[in-house]
T-cell receptor
Framework: KNEVEQSPQNLTAQEGEFITINCSYS?????LHWLQQHPGGGIVSLFMLSSGKKKHGRLIATINIQEKHSSLHITASHPRDSAVYICAVPSSYNTDKLIFGTGTRLQVFP | GAVVSQHPSRVICKSGTSVKIECRSLDFQATTMFWYRQFPKQSLMLMATSNEGSKATYEQGVEKDKFLINHASLTLSTLTVTSAHPEDSSFYICSARPSFSEQFFGPGTRLTVL
């Protein structure tokens, strides 16, 4: 069974701050997903990565396969970044099935 | 690219009625679609995996006769909540997969059963 842990659970920041959200998992995986869920509920896929680093605008995701750890960074944070950020990895017995972390609730204040 | 839509976005229904939720992949063909359920402040839980043209595979504890899934085409899957009860009130999210790796999520449907 693949366990996924995220930290912190809750995070508040001032606009402009650099944000880091961490995700650790217990079993080897082929890829890890970072998702964003806004207060209205809709989910947006931010990244899928299997090695190294990916960047999209102010968002950067890194993964260390050996350490089973991934980080999501937000540079120059903005109130519109306020959302729940979720990491997800494939189940070890059924790669069709994603195992989701409990999410990190981010609030960015102006 | 890779847009997934859901309809309706919100639905309120009376107890005992059935509700159909549609999930469409707008700009790609999805051989596999997934249906999730999310209770307030909880993580997404996979309900079932739907492959085009075949029966859905349900997760343990999910009633097949209550949550009917149809994946009739490569761009459309539907979830019908039959004889809905207040405990079925939840946020239902679908995702669609165009390849063997990435899933793209729909915006979700909030169901309230009175």
């Amino acid at each position: 069974k693949n366990e996924v842990e995220q930290s912190p659970q809750n995070l508040t920041a001032q606009e402009g701050e650099f944000i880091t959200i961490n995700c650790s998992y217990s079993v080897g995986i082929s890829a890890l997903h970072w998702l964003q869920q806004h207060p209205g509920g809709g989910i947006v896929s931010l990244f899928m990565l299997s090695s190294g680093k990916k960047k999209h605008g102010r968002l950067i995701a890194t993964i260390n396969i050996q350490e089973k750890h991934s980080s999501l960074h937000i540079t120059a944070s903005h109130p519109r970044d306020s959302a729940v950020y979720i990491c997800a990895v494939p189940s070890s017995y059924n790669t069709d099935k994603l195992i989701f972390g409990t999410g990190t609730r981010l609030q960015v204040f102006p | 690219g890779a847009v997934v839509s859901q309809h309706p976005s919100r639905v309120i229904c009376k107890s005992g009625t059935s509700v159909k939720i549609e999930c469409r992949s707008l700009d790609f063909q999805a051989t596999t679609m997934f249906w999730y359920r999310q209770f307030p402040k909880q993580s997404l839980m996979l309900m079932a995996t739907s492959n085009e043209g075949s029966k859905a595979t349900y997760e343990q504890g999910v009633e097949k006769d209550k949550f009917l899934i149809n994946h009739a085409s490569l761009t459309l899957s539907t979830l019908t909540v039959t004889s809905a009860h207040p405990e079925d009130s939840s946020f239902y999210i679908c995702s669609a997969r165009p390849s063997f790796s990435e899933q793209f999520f729909g915006p979700g449907t909030r169901l309230t059963v009175l």
